[in-house]
């Protein structure tokens, strides 16, 4: 299970405020502390907030403050490509592109970027339609996520394919359809894509937040699920995350397995 | 149509532990792919063969194993220095007489033989209590001491007595083997253990305790198999190189011991117990062991002509 954490991002607010304010402490405190958590990847956004052309800036600023004091990779997190670019430039290791939709346009933007700087990427399993009803539906925009990413070269280990959680509260039909979802697009390519979610929007605006996340990630993971976006210092859903790991005996079991999770 | 070579990568790989002093420093471990496939990584150091060495005269060996350490048996000293003769890259002293129902002997007296042994060879040593746990933790403290400088392998730490031989083992240098009982997650919990008691994972060597051929082999290899897959797949508490005390478990065996006259259809006696220890060594090696503790110098020899071959490159 690949763990990206989600907290540096401008819709926090105590982000938002480092990003005008220029102060690096925040930052860099969220990126010791996810590493720390457990989190693999550290997931970078600038938020809405930030002007479009100041955007690529900020973001590189972003990425480099995180890596000063983290080993991790980045996921390079924003709907603005010039500021995807902007972070994959000045990322260390293999960064992650976030994301792409399966809309052609975007694809043929963002396929021919991750090949360049040989980053992974994330798809989302929607077009400009929307988000989809039904899993075959979810699938059938994975296979052109597929499709594109081979033909741009890029291996399916690198390629993350997002089924999309919707609220539960007001999408809850959602929810089946993304289990199913996941469990089709392991069947799309040999070897299979890998699978992401950015799992706090199942449990939006509901409450015990906590518990809807950490429940509907266990469950996706017995469904085929490879990573996901998260508070990686939620401590409980990191250690249900452990035990879905050993349950599904991808980690060897001992007794100190919620610790070697985290330690990797 | 061209056929394409399938090659697994792997994220990982086994560490890499040095024993014995500079000249004379033995690399093992450090393998980044499946035993033999050299085609998809690397097997940087070659596998260590060993001689074991008594401090008191074994009883119950068969002739043909007395015969190839005749007239060293009561001098441990010259019983080393006779298997480095026979090209052992280590001598692994077994310091049987400590054992409360042998001569009981004091650790310091222990300790002082396995001083005499290391300071007599020029390779490096690995040290064995007598297995009784409560013992074996104050002997190694002993052994450790005395052998400080020398950087051997020190064992066998159980789970009951891990904690005073690690703790020795990290203060005068060496490296330690962890033993548990054919459990995948012992062995885990054991290096965490270790670990985290400040133990550089780069001195632990791991023994699952396997049986011989034909005494439960497969459940160690089996083992070996998932704990080398976890290695090269990132698991860091499983990536230690594995020690097979062979001779121990193959001269136990019926097959290694009893007379043709006993069993005509098993064919003769000398010729049988070399094969059992050689096909034992060869099976494990499969499953990804590093170090052989063998008892026989013949089986010694044939080992090292198998490995020679085996370690030869199948790169496409």
């Known amino acids: ?264 | 149509m061209a056929v394409n070579i399938v090659k697994d990568s792997y994220k990982s790989k086994v560490v890499e532990i040095t024993v014995g002093t500079e000249a004379n420093a033995i690399k093992i471990g450090g393998d980044s792919t499946l035993p033999f496939l050299h085609f998809e990584g690397e097997m940087p150091n070659k596998q260590v063969l060993c001689l074991e060495v008594f401090d008191m005269v074994p009883e119950g060996w068969p002739e043909n194993l007395t015969a190839a350490y005749e007239g060293v048996m009561s001098d441990p000293v010259a019983w080393a220095k006779k298997c480095v003769e026979y090209g052992a890259d280590m001598v692994a002293l077994r310091l049987m007489s400590a054992h409360p129902d042998n001569s009981d002997t004091s650790p310091e007296d222990a300790a002082k033989t396995a001083k005499a042994v290391a300071d007599a060879i020029s390779v490096p040593m690995i040290v064995v209590g007598c297995g009784v746990e409560e013992k074996d933790a104050k002997v190694l403290e002993a052994v450790a001491e005395a052998l400080a400088g020398k950087t051997c392998i020190l064992g066998n730490a159980t789970n009951e007595n891990f904690k005073s031989i690690t703790g020795a083992c990290m203060v005068y240098g060496h490296s330690v083997v962890s033993q548990s009982p054919l459990d995948i997650n012992l062995a885990k919990q054991m290096n965490i253990l270790m670990t985290e008691m400040g133990l550089p994972n780069e001195r632990i060597v791991m023994d699952p305790l396997s049986g011989a051929v034909g005494y439960g082999i497969e459940y160690a290899y089996s083992i070996m198999e998932r704990a080398r897959l976890g290695a090269l797949m990132g698991d860091k508490m499983l990536g230690n190189p594995v020690i097979a005390y062979v001779g121990q478990e193959t001269w136990k065996a019926k097959e290694s011991k009893a007379s043709v006259e006993e069993f005509p259809e098993w064919g003769e006696q000398a010729k049988r117990s070399i094969l059992w220890e050689v096909v034992t060594a060869c099976t494990l090696a499969q499953a990804g062991a590093a170090i052989f503790v063998l008892r026989h110098p013949e089986s010694l020899k044939q080992l090292r002509v198998h490995f020679a071959k085996m370690m030869e490159s199948n790169a496409y």
């Open chain 1, 1 to 264: 299970m690949i763990i990206i954490g989600e907290r540096i991002n401008g819709m926090f607010v105590d982000i938002r405020e480092a990003i005008q304010a220029k102060d690096p402490k925040p930052i860099q405190e969220w990126a010791v502390k996810q590493e720390e958590a457990g989190a693999h990847i550290l997931d970078i956004n600038t938020g809405a907030s930030v002007m479009k052309d100041e955007q690529p800036a900020v973001m590189e600023w972003l990425v480099k403050l995180a890596q000063e004091v983290s080993k991790l990779p980045v996921a390079i997190d924003s709907t603005n490509p010039i500021a995807i670019e902007a972070g994959l430039k000045a990322a260390r290791g293999k960064a992650m592109i976030n994301s792409t939709t399966a809309e052609q346009a975007k694809m043929d933007l963002y396929m021919p970027m991750a090949a360049k700087y040989n980053a992974q990427i994330i798809g989302l399993a929607m077009n400009e339609k929307g988000v989809p009803k039904t899993a075959d539906d979810r699938a059938a925009l994975a296979m052109e996520l597929v499709v594109n990413a081979d033909m741009n070269g890029i291996p399916m280990q690198d390629l993350f394919i997002d089924p999309l959680a919707l609220p539960c509260n007001v999408a809850q039909e959602h929810a089946p359809e993304v289990l199913a979802a996941l469990r089709q697009i392991k069947m799309l390519a040999s070897p299979a894509p890998m699978t992401t979610l950015g799992l706090s929007n199942v449990s939006q605006r509901c409450t015990n937040r906590p518990l809807i996340n950490r429940t509907f990630l266990v469950m996706c993971m017995a469904c085929g699920l490879d990573s996901a976006i998260v508070d990686a210092n939620d401590n409980d859903l990191v250690d249900a995350a452990a035990a879905a790991n050993v349950l599904l005996n991808k980690d060897i079991y001992c007794d100190s397995y919620l610790k070697t999770f985290r330690q990797r």
